[in-house]
């Protein structure tokens, strides 16, 4: 088991640190992702957990649903496409985002999705390398899911054809706020066909 650093007073945290797990049959080998909200005077407090079989994880950075500690949806889950900003800056802990580095070795960023009013810098940051003039259209998507996510073309196209996402990248493109918003819906899970795996 490996844990990131506890990151002390912030509602929307980041974790940028990269975690190798050497596996010798990975074909049986399963990843649990636990969050726990850091509390300094008591036990952490349990948030959510998800477990996926390594060899069917989707790579790139892909949306992890949090499900209780019987398996299942956590009472607080709040989809991103239901959500608008809020200047207030809610969290939410029924879903993380992950990027999934795998050659056998994976590669752990978690961010949280949150219903506040700035969408964080690391998605900022690729929304700029794959976007123009603050819009992301279908073919930088195409890109994106390619280059970050490691999708063939075919898959692409289909993903795309069958996403809710479809009708606002043909007329406008998506916004920062819409493609932060598609990295944390079931168009983008972890897992192609399962919300999880775990068994408690």
């Not at 195409?142 to 996403?163: H, L, P, T, Y």
């Not at 606002?168 to 399962?194: C, I, M, T, W």
């Amino acid at each position: 088991m490996k844990k990131t650093k506890a990151i002390e007073d912030n509602w929307i945290p980041v974790w940028d640190e990269e975690f190798v797990f050497p596996l010798t049959v990975p074909e049986l080998a399963v990843l649990r992702i636990e969050v726990h909200e850091y509390d300094m005077s008591e036990k952490d407090d349990f948030a959510g957990q998800n477990c996926f079989p390594v060899s069917e994880l989707r790579q790139g950075m892909r949306a992890v649903p949090l499900l209780d500690r019987k398996g299942m949806k956590t009472p607080d889950a709040c989809p991103p496409e239901k959500y608008k900003r809020k200047a207030t800056g809610t969290s939410c802990t029924s879903l993380v985002l992950v990027v999934f580095n795998i050659t056998y070795v994976a590669s752990l960023s978690c961010i949280p999705w949150t219903a506040s009013s700035e969408v964080p810098k690391a998605i900022q940051a690729v929304f700029g390398q794959y976007s123009e003039g603050g819009v992301m259209r279908e073919e930088e998507l195409r890109r994106f899911m390619k280059e970050v996510q490691g999708e063939a073309g075919a898959v692409v196209n289909d993903a795309i054809k069958e996403s809710k996402y479809l009708k606002a990248l043909q007329k406008k493109g998506l916004s920062v706020d819409e493609f932060y918003r598609y990295l944390f819906s079931d168009d983008n899970a972890a897992h192609p066909s399962s919300p999880g795996i775990c068994d408690v």
